[in-house]
């Protein structure tokens, strides 16, 4: 089985809770999984594949926990070399071109650090849904094998 980086990006701890429960049924399936509330770069190294699980703020901002991870990756661009990974983004569609702006920026950095997604991003809508752990789930159910 895999090892795998949950990369957690939470304002009001939606996309936590989320990751969270993507933690347990990830290990359940027999994965060795960690879970990065405040990530650093050598994570890269640590793990052979990465679940990315953020929310947006502002205006398709990055959560503040994942900035500074977000900033060091861009400027130090640590290949991880066509690792898999997938990037599931919380949002809000009513906010337009904006919505799920932190997956987006999350998927392309993970692409230009020439990791190997494993479907396009997933977004999952405030406005469609109030549990969006159950979304990841269903998600994960399909494609957790893949990592």
Same mark, same amino acid.
Do not use: R
């Given at each position: 089985?895999?090892?795998? $980086?949950?990369? &957690? $990006? #939470?304002?009001?701890? @939606? !996309?936590? @809770?989320?990751?969270?429960? !993507?933690?347990?049924?990830?290990?359940?399936?027999?994965?060795?999984?960690?879970?990065? &509330?405040?990530?650093?770069?050598? *994570?890269?190294?640590?793990?052979?594949?990465?679940?990315?699980?953020? #929310?947006?703020?502002?205006? %398709?901002?990055?959560?503040?926990? *994942?900035?500074?991870?977000? &900033?060091? !990756?861009?400027?130090? +661009?640590? *290949?991880?070399? @066509?690792?898999?990974?997938? &990037?599931?983004?919380? %949002? =809000?569609?009513?906010? $337009?071109?904006?919505? +799920?702006?932190? %997956?987006?920026?999350?998927?392309?950095?993970?692409? /230009? *650090?020439?990791?190997?997604?494993?479907?396009?991003?997933? $977004?999952? =809508? !405030?406005? /469609?849904?109030?549990?969006?752990?159950? =979304?990841?789930?269903?998600?994960?159910?399909?494609?957790?094998?893949?990592?």
């Amino acid at each position: 089985m895999s090892n795998i $980086g949950i990369i &957690v $990006g #939470s304002v009001y701890g @939606n !996309a936590q @809770n989320a990751a969270e429960e !993507a933690q347990a049924f990830l290990t359940n399936q027999g994965h060795d999984v960690e879970l990065h &509330v405040d990530p650093d770069v050598s *994570l890269f190294d640590e793990h052979d594949s990465f679940l990315v699980v953020t #929310s947006t703020t502002g205006v %398709g901002d990055i959560p503040p926990n *994942l900035e500074l991870f977000y &900033v060091d !990756a861009k400027d130090t +661009c640590p *290949l991880i070399n @066509n690792k898999k990974f997938a &990037v599931i983004a919380l %949002g =809000d569609s009513s906010y $337009g071109d904006s919505y +799920c702006g932190a %997956g987006t920026l999350m998927f392309e950095l993970l692409t /230009e *650090l020439q990791g190997t997604p494993i479907s396009d991003m997933v $977004g999952i =809508d !405030a406005m /469609e849904t109030f549990e969006p752990e159950a =979304d990841v789930l269903a998600w994960l159910e399909t494609h957790q094998s893949e990592f």
